[in-house]
C-alpha cells in the first residue's frame, strides 16, 4: 500500500515537473517575440528619395592628420538639375567624413552602389592607401569588386568637373576603369585584388594612374607600389608585360618600335595570343629565371623600309626574327628596372618560393628579386596580315 502511494506521489511530482517547464517554455517563447516584436517597431525605414548612393569617392591629402574627401552621387529625379551631385569635406578619418558630408547633403549616405575609389598621387605616395581601403573593406555595404585608380592632381577637381560629353561621371569612370582587351593596365585593380596583393609576399600593387586630359580623362599609366608607398609609374606597354608574363591568354595589341637593321620600324600585332613557360634554378643565393614567351597574332599595321616586301613567307619569317629580338630586348630592360626597385608585380618570386623551406617574408622577396637573373626568349608567330598592303 505504501509502495503504491509512493508511486502515486512521484507521478504527480513529475506532472507538476513537467506543467511547469511548458509554462517556462510558454512564458520565455512570449518574452523573446515581445523583444524582436519591439526591435521590429524600431527600425527606421529611410525613403529611397531620402538615400544618398555614392557611386565614386575621392581622398586628397592634406598633411599626415588630415586629407579631403569627395563623393559623387547620381541624381535620378527629373527635377534634379545636375546628373551628380558632390561634396566635400576635410576630416582626418573616414566615418567623421561621412558624417559631415550627410550634413550637407541632409541624406543617409549609403555605399551599396559604390563603384571607383579615387586617391590623388601624393596620398598614395605618402602611403596611406591601404589604411582608407581596410577600412571600406570591413564595411559591408562596399563590394569586393570596387575599382580603384590614382589621380594624378586632385580626385575632387576631377570629380566637379563639368565632361561636355560624359554628362555622368559615375558611369564614365567606372566604365573606363574596367579591365578590358583594349587596355594595358592589369586587372587586379579592384579593392579585394589590392588587398590580397599588398598583404601577399610574393607580390606587389599596381594600380591605374589617371589624369584629366582637356575635356577627357585618360589612363596616363600604372601606378606600381613598393609596400604601402606608390614608388613609380610604368608605362601601359611595360603593364602589358606584366600580364604577358602572369600568363594572361589575349592581349591588348602590341604597338612595337623597333631598329634591328632596317632603319626605324613601328608595327601593330593584334588579336594576340600569348602563352608563357617560366622556369627557376631553385638557387636562393645566385637566383636565376628563363621565362620563354609564344607569341601569336595578325600584323595589322606597318610603318618601314620593308612595307612592300611583307608578301612572302620568307619576309615575314624574318620580321619575326627581329620582333623576338626587340621584345626580348625591352622585357628584358623593364624587368632589370623593376629588379633595381626591388619590386614584384608579376609574382616572380614565386618560382623561388615553392622550393624554399620555412616561412617566405617580402624580406626575402625583396633579396631574390635584387639579384635575380632573368633569361627571356621569345617566339612570335605572324599567322596573318589582316588587310595590310
Not at 611595360?238 to 602590341?254: M, S, T, V, W, Y
Request: one cysteine or more; glycine letters at 4%.
Amino acid at each position: 500500500m505504501a509502495s503504491i502511494i509512493n508511486d502515486g506521489l512521484c507521478t504527480s511530482k513529475k506532472e507538476a515537473g513537467a506543467s511547469m517547464s511548458k509554462k517556462l517554455l510558454y512564458v520565455t517563447l512570449c518574452i523573446q517575440l515581445f523583444v524582436l516584436a519591439a526591435c521590429t517597431e524600431k527600425e527606421v525605414k529611410v525613403p529611397l528619395e531620402d538615400v544618398g548612393m555614392v557611386g565614386i569617392i575621392a581622398f586628397d591629402y592634406i598633411d599626415k592628420d588630415s586629407m579631403k574627401l569627395t563623393v559623387a552621387i547620381p541624381q535620378y529625379s527629373p527635377e534634379a538639375q545636375r546628373s551628380t551631385q558632390t561634396f566635400t569635406v576635410t576630416t582626418e578619418l573616414v566615418s567623421n567624413g561621412i558624417v559631415e558630408i550627410e550634413k550637407l547633403s541632409d541624406k543617409k549616405i549609403v555605399f551599396n552602389q559604390l563603384r571607383v575609389v579615387l586617391f590623388n598621387e601624393e596620398f598614395a605616395r605618402q602611403g596611406n592607401i591601404r589604411k582608407v581601403l581596410q577600412h571600406l573593406y570591413r564595411n559591408a555595404e562596399v563590394g569586393n569588386k570596387v575599382l580603384i585608380a590614382i589621380v594624378k592632381e586632385k580626385g575632387e577637381e576631377m570629380l566637379k568637373y563639368n565632361y561636355p560629353d560624359k554628362p555622368n561621371i559615375n558611369f564614365y569612370l567606372n566604365d573606363l576603369l574596367q579591365p578590358s582587351i583594349n587596355t594595358a593596365f592589369n586587372p587586379n585593380t579592384n579593392i579585394h585584388d589590392f588587398m590580397y596583393t599588398i598583404s601577399n609576399p610574393v607580390f606587389d600593387p599596381i594600380i591605374p594612374f589617371i589624369d584629366k586630359n582637356s575635356d577627357k580623362i585618360e589612363i596616363k599609366g600604372i601606378a606600381v607600389f613598393k609596400g604601402n608607398q606608390m614608388i613609380e609609374l610604368i608605362t601601359p606597354n611595360e603593364a602589358l608585360i606584366i600580364q604577358a608574363i602572369q600568363g594572361r591568354k589575349n592581349l591588348a595589341p602590341l604597338d612595337i618600335k623597333m631598329e634591328q637593321g632596317h632603319g626605324k620600324e613601328k608595327l601593330l600585332i593584334d588579336l594576340v595570343e600569348n602563352d608563357v613557360q617560366i622556369e627557376s634554378n631553385k638557387n636562393m643565393h645566385s637566383p636565376k629565371l628563363t621565362i620563354a614567351l609564344t607569341i601569336k597574332g595578325t600584323l595589322s599595321e606597318y610603318k618601314g623600309e620593308r612595307e612592300n616586301d611583307l608578301f612572302t613567307i620568307e619576309s615575314l619569317a624574318e620580321l619575326e626574327k627581329d620582333v623576338n629580338k626587340e621584345l626580348e630586348q625591352d622585357i628584358k630592360k623593364f624587368l632589370d628596372k623593376l629588379n633595381e626597385w626591388q619590386v614584384d608585380p608579376s609574382g616572380l618570386s614565386e618560382y623561388f618560393r615553392m622550393y624554399h623551406r620555412g616561412k617566405w617574408t617580402t624580406e626575402k622577396k625583396r633579396e631574390i628579386i635584387s639579384k635575380v637573373a632573368i633569361d627571356v626568349q621569345v617566339k612570335t608567330s605572324i599567322i596573318s596580315t589582316g588587310t595590310l598592303k
